[in-house]
C-alpha cells in the first residue's frame, strides 16, 4: 500500500542489504516486484513447491502460469466507450473517524453509467470512511449523497441496496461473508427476505439452493457443493461467491472496494474480466483500490484521493504512474 516512489525506495534498500552480504527473503503476489528484485523465486501453489527459477531467466507470463497453473492474460480487454449520464453523485461530503475526526473533507465526485471510475490513493486517506458512508455503514456529517435525483445520504444498508447500489466490500471475510454459512445461504444474504426465496417469514430452501447452484456454475466458484461453509472455501472462491451475489443483484452502481486483495492472479484476472462485464452492460463501477496497477489497467477515469479530498481526475488512457504516484502522496496539492 504504498506509492510507486516509496516501492522503488523499498527497492533499493533491499538491495542495498543484499550488497552487504545480507539475504533476504520477499514474499508477495506482485511479479512486478519479484522481477526488479528477486535473484531466484520459488513458485507455490495450493501449497506445494512447484519450482525453484532464476528470476532473470524467466518472464512475468511464466511465472504467473506457474503461480496459477494456467496462461494467464495480463491485459484487460476493454474497449472504448461512451459513458451516460450522472447515476451516482457525492457532493461536498464530510465524514468522520472513530476518532472524531474528519477523514472525509468535503469531497465531491461524479459516476456516469458505462464507466469504470478508479479511486487511487495510499491507505487511510478517507477511503474507508467514504465506502462506509456511501453503503450506509457509516453517519455523513454533511454533504449530500445523490442516487439516480434521489438523496439516499444517511439512509440504512438495505435501503441504500434497494436504491440500486451494491458493494464489493474491501475486508471479505469480515463484511462480505457469514464464514460459518453455507455458499447457498451466503447467495441470498441481501435478499433472503423476498420472493422466491422466501414467502410468510419461511425460507424456500429449494429455490436457494437452484439459485445457489446456478451461480457456482457461471461464477466457477470451486468446488461445486452448495453445502459448503464459506469460510473453507480459498480466497479466490469467497471472492467469487461475493461476486456472484453483487452482480447477480443487477445494480446500478456497483462498488469494489480492494476486490483483488490477496488473490493470486488467475482470480484477479477473472475479478476485472466480470467487472469490465459491468461496465459494458451500461452499470456504472467505483473501483476503490490501493493497487495502483489495477487502477490503471480497469479505469476509464482515475480520481486520487489525498487527506480526505479528491485532488484531481485524470483519464486513464493518457495518465501515467508517476504523476498518480506525486497526487498520491500530496505532491502538487495546495502548491506542494
Do not use: W
Request: charged fraction near 30%; include cysteine.
Amino acid at each position: 500500500m504504498l506509492t510507486p516512489q516509496e516501492i522503488d525506495e523499498l527497492m533499493e534498500i533491499i538491495r542495498s542489504l543484499t550488497s552487504q552480504g545480507k539475504t533476504v527473503i520477499i514474499i508477495t503476489h506482485k511479479l512486478k516486484e519479484i522481477k526488479q528484485v528477486a535473484d531466484y523465486c520459488t513458485i507455490i501453489r495450493r501449497g506445494k513447491k512447484i519450482d525453484t527459477v532464476k528470476v532473470e531467466d524467466v518472464s512475468e507470463e511464466q511465472l504467473a502460469s506457474m503461480m496459477v497453473g494456467r496462461n494467464v492474460s495480463f491485459k484487460v480487454d476493454k474497449t472504448d466507450r461512451e459513458p451516460g449520464e450522472v447515476v451516482l453523485e457525492i457532493d461536498n461530503l464530510y465524514v468522520k473517524d472513530n476518532r472524531g475526526l474528519d477523514a472525509v473533507k468535503g469531497l465531491s465526485l461524479k459516476l456516469r453509467k458505462g464507466e469504470v471510475l478508479g479511486l487511487a490513493g495510499v491507505d487511510g486517506n478517507g477511503q474507508k470512511e467514504l465506502l462506509e458512508a456511501l453503503t450506509g455503514l457509516r453517519k455523513v456529517e454533511s454533504g449530500k449523497i445523490i442516487m439516480n435525483g434521489q438523496d439516499i445520504t444517511n439512509l440504512s444498508p438495505r435501503e441504500i441496496i434497494d436504491s440500486g447500489i451494491n458493494n464489493i466490500p474491501e475486508d471479505r471475510q469480515k463484511r462480505g461473508l457469514v464464514l460459518d454459512f453455507t455458499v447457498a445461504e451466503n447467495m441470498i444474504l441481501e435478499n433472503y427476505h423476498k420472493k422466491p426465496f422466501s414467502s410468510g417469514g419461511r425460507l424456500n430452501h429449494k429455490a436457494i439452493n437452484d439459485f445457489a447452484t446456478e451461480l457456482v456454475e457461471k461464477f466457477d466458484v470451486r468446488p461445486r457443493n452448495i453445502k459448503q461453509f464459506a469460510g473453507a472455501l480459498s480466497g479466490g472462491n469467497q471472492q467469487k461467491v461475493i461476486l456472484a451475489r453483487e452482480i447477480t443483484n443487477n445494480p446500478e452502481v456497483l462498488i469494489a472496494a480492494q476486490p483483488t486483495r490477496g488473490l493470486d492472479v488467475g482470480a484477479i484476472e477473472y475479478v476485472h474480466k466480470y467487472l469490465i462485464e459491468q461496465r459494458d452492460k451500461g452499470k456504472a463501477v467505483l473501483l476503490i483500490s490501493f493497487e495502483l496497477d489495477e487502477v490503471m489497467d480497469v479505469s476509464d477515469r482515475i480520481a486520487v484521493i489525498y487527506d480526505g479530498k479528491i485532488v484531481d481526475i485524470l483519464d486513464a488512457k493518457t495518465a501515467d504512474e508517476k504523476t498518480i504516484g506525486l497526487l498520491m502522496a500530496g505532491g502538487g496539492v495546495d502548491g506542494e
